[in-house]
């Protein structure tokens, strides 16, 4: 399967900053990849996909606008949570599509606590 | 969302027994199914997938079943392991996303 990673693993920081999570693709460019959020106890939840190249495609109730992520290589996909706020603590994961599209790798997750 | 679970229902076994970790999914449509462990503070990490024209399909120490009438998944995991403590999601793609279940707790007894 695909290896992903992800940087940082853990973050904290003040209400209002914003903080950008790095997820790679390390053997394979990934034209797909796709960012989850999952809360304590609770399933991932997809937040959007993001295409190489072009805008991301984000699911129902998250705000692009909030949530901004850039895809410019095929191995390098970036999340940006925008002004974050307390109720942005969660645990951010990244996933890749691998060669077959249909299977989903992912990444170890990213911590993030806002204050 | 579409599975947010607001609870995590939890599977207690006894070191050494098998383990079945049940799943339902909703649309009739999805043809590929996906069973992912994941570890306290990890990423979810695959263990064995299925297609919807297929019933059954083992791997190492794991059995997923695929019950397409009454829309069921399962995995078996035979004799247990301390190691295999966490918790297990199913997930069925649709349309290229991949859309999880609620998950299930497996604590593993020494």
């Known amino acids: 399967g695909a290896v992903v990673s992800q940087h940082p693993s853990r973050v904290i920081c003040k209400s209002g900053t914003s903080v950008k999570i790095e997820c790679r693709s390390l053997d394979f460019q990934a034209t797909t990849m796709f960012w989850y959020r999952q809360f304590p106890k609770q399933s991932l939840m997809l937040m959007a996909t993001s295409n190489e190249g072009s805008k991301a495609t984000y699911e129902q109730g998250v705000e692009k606008d909030k949530f901004l992520i850039n895809h410019a290589s095929l191995t390098l996909s970036t999340l940006t949570v925008t002004s974050a706020h307390p109720e942005d603590s969660s645990f951010y994961i990244c996933g890749d599509s691998g060669q077959f599209l249909e299977t989903q790798y992912f990444g170890p997750g990213t911590r993030l606590l806002v204050l | ?110």
């Not at chain 2, 059954?56 to 069921?72: A, D, I, P, S």
Request: hydrophobic share 35%; with cysteine; proline share 4%.
């Open chain 2, 1 to 110: 969302g579409e599975s947010v679970g607001l609870h995590l229902p939890t599977l207690s076994v006894q070191e050494g027994d098998n383990s079945i970790i049940n799943c339902a999914y909703s649309n009739s449509a999805s043809d590929y199914f996906i069973w992912y462990k994941q570890e306290s503070g990890k990423g979810p990490q695959f263990i064995i997938d299925i297609r919807s024209n297929m019933d059954k399909r083992q791997g190492q120490r794991v059995t997923v079943l695929l019950n397409k009438t009454v829309k069921h998944l399962s995995l078996q995991i035979a004799a247990t392991q301390p190691g295999d403590s966490a918790v297990y999601f199913c997930a069925e793609n649709r349309g290229g996303k991949l859309i999880f279940g609620q998950g299930t707790e497996l604590s593993v007894k020494p």
